[in-house]
C-alpha cells in the first residue's frame, strides 16, 4: 500500500462489495431547504456565562459545604454532583417542571432580581424516608398530586440549608443574603412574573444510595451584571478571535438590516365577563407603566420612560442591554 493510500486493499475490496450487494446507501443526496432558517442574533446564551468562571466555582464549593450540612441533617453522608451550566430562560425551565415538585422562588440581597431554587419530587422522597430511618431510597409507585405535610416541612428545612450553605460559598465573592419570598409545589400556579431573559441553570444530584434526586438553581442573568468583573476569572474566548478583512464586511452588511421594535405602552386587567361585554366604541382605561421594556425581535434589549417628542408618543431609553 503506498504511503497517500487511504485504506487498505482488503477496505477498498470490502467498499465494493457494500455498495454491490446494496449494504451501503448510495442512492440518498443530501438535500438543502432553499427557505431562509431564522436565526437569533439577540440570544448570547453561548457566550452570557462562558465567560463567567468563577461561578463553576462557587457550585464546587456549595458542594463541598452542602455535603457536611446535609451529611448533619441526615445522619448519613450524601453524594453530591453538579451537572455543566446550561443557558435557558426562567420561563423554559418552569416549564420544563414536573407537575408536582417544591418551587422557591428567592432573593439574593443585594443583588437585584429573583433565582429560582427547585427540589424534585424524587429527591424530597429520598430525604423523607432518610430523615425516618431509611437508606435514603425513592418511593416507588404513583405519587399524589400534592406534598403531605411532612413532606412540606422538611422540603422548606432544606431548602434553608441550601440557601445557607449558598450564602457561604458566595461569601469571597460578595457578602449575600439569600432569602425565600415565596413557596409552590406546582408548576402552574406560580403567580409571580419571572424574567425571559437568559439564565444560568445548575442541575445538583444528590443521593445517599445509588438512588439519586436533583435540585436545581436558576439565576438570571440580570443578578449577575452588577458585579459581572468579580465573576471573570479569564477573558471570553471570543476576545481572542482575531478580526479577519471580512469581518468589517459582515458588521456593516448586518447593521442594515431592518428589525422589529416594539414597546408596551398600555395595560389593563379585566374579568371575562365584562371581557366578554365590549363591544365596539367601548372604552378601555390602560395603565401606562412608569418604565417600559422595549424588545427587539422579541427579545427585551432596553429599558425607557414614555413621553413625546415632535407630536408623537415616544419612549426615552435609559437602558441598554447591549452596553
Known sequence: MADDDLLSQEEKDALIKGVEQGDI???????????PQSYNF???????????????TINELLIETLTDALQRMFRSEPSISVQPIQTLSQPDFVDGLDALCYIN?????????????????????????????????????????????????????????????????????????????????????LSIPITDEPAAHAVFEIGFTESKGQCHLVFPYSMFRPIKEKLVVAKSSLES???????????????QTMVELTATLGESTMTLGALLALRPGDMIGLKTP??????????????????????????????SELD
Open 25 to 35: 446507501d448510495t442512492a440518498s443526496e443530501r438535500t438543502f431547504s432553499d427557505k
Open 241 to 255: 478571535f482575531s478580526r479577519t478583512n471580512w469581518t468589517p464586511t459582515i458588521e456593516a452588511n448586518l447593521k
Open 105 to 189: 422562588v428567592c432573593q439574593f440581597d443585594p443583588l437585584p432580581g429573583r433565582f429560582l431554587l427547585v427540589i424534585e419530587a424524587e429527591l424530597l422522597s429520598l430525604f423523607v424516608d432518610r430523615y425516618f430511618g431509611g437508606k435514603g431510597l425513592a418511593t416507588g409507585g404513583a405519587r399524589a398530586k400534592q406534598f403531605t405535610t411532612i413532606e412540606q416541612k422538611l422540603a422548606d428545612q432544606v431548602s434553608k440549608v441550601i440557601l445557607n450553605e449558598l450564602e457561604t460559598a458566595w461569601a469571597d465573592v460578595l457578602p449575600v443574603s439569600a432569602s425565600i419570598e415565596l413557596s409552590e409545589h406546582n408548576p402552574d400556579y
Open 42 to 56: 439577540g440570544a448570547r446564551d453561548g457566550r452570557i456565562f462562558s465567560s463567567l468562571s468563577r461561578v463553576d
Open 290 to 319: 412608569d418604565d417600559v421594556v422595549l424588545k427587539v425581535q422579541g427579545i427585551p434589549l432596553f429599558a425607557g420612560k414614555v413621553g413625546a417628542s415632535s407630536g408623537h408618543n415616544a419612549v426615552k431609553i435609559t437602558e
